[in-house]
Structures are given as C-alpha cells and as structure tokens.
Nanobody
Framework: QVQLVESGGGSVQAGGSLRLSCAAS?????MGWFRQPPGKEREGVAT??????DYDDSVKGRFTISQDVAEKMVYLQMNSLKPEDTAVYYC???????????????????WGQGTQVNVSS
C-alpha cells in the first residue's frame, strides 16, 4: 500500500502561481495530478514517469509536472492561474514500471486526499 500526501494548495488571484507537492510513502515511478472542479467530474491534469510527461490541453504552457523519484515526490508548478483552475487537486500513483503517458484515472491505483486550489478573478 502506498500513501500519498498532497500539500501546497491555497487561494490566489488570477495570474498568480502555486506549487503543489505530493509525498509518496513508497517507491513509485508513475505519478500524476488530477483535479475535480466544483460540480464536475475529476479530470486529468498532468502525468509523469519513465521520462514521459503528459498534460491536458487546458494547462499546457502554464503547468509543469516534475518528479524526484529518489525522494518519492511529485510536484505541480502552476503559473498564470485562471479561475477555471479552481478545483480539488489529487495526487495519484501506480507501481507499474512502464508509465506510457496519458491522463486516464484508471491507470492509477493510489490516490491522495486532495488539496484545494481557489483562483479568484
């Protein structure tokens, strides 16, 4: 069992930046960030692993996912935030050795509790 703990959420004005962090309790290669906007389904934001990164079109050029495998951490740097980025952000992880990219929630076994990000206009 792998536990994931997110941190770094908060409130920011449009155009601002936030950095989310996620600490894993075990060795993990495939990790990602997903989000659930108010009243909507959870959606993929970015994934990373094995040298592959993938981003949703809505965040390309604004968000950057990075990973420190040795430290069992994954980060999401969010710049130029927009009100539509408001959501609960979840860290996700999976023990498979080949990550393959993509933003499918079905590819991830372990999930964090989520951290709230609010972007005001």
């Amino acid at each position: 069992q792998v536990q994931l703990v997110e941190s770094g959420g908060g409130s920011v004005q449009a155009g601002g930046s936030l950095r989310l962090s996620c600490a894993a309790s075990g060795y993990i290669i495939c990790m990602g960030w997903f989000r659930q906007p108010p009243g909507k389904e959870r959606e993929g934001v970015a994934t990373i692993g094995g040298g592959t990164t993938d981003y949703d079109d809505s965040v390309k050029g604004r968000f950057t996912i990075s990973q420190d495998v040795a430290e069992k951490m994954v980060y999401l740097q969010m710049n130029s935030l927009k009100p539509e980025d408001t959501a609960v952000y979840y860290c996700a992880a999976d023990r498979r050795l080949w990550c393959g990219g993509g933003l499918s929630q079905a590819d991830f076994t372990y999930w964090g509790q989520g951290t709230q990000v609010n972007v005001s206009s």
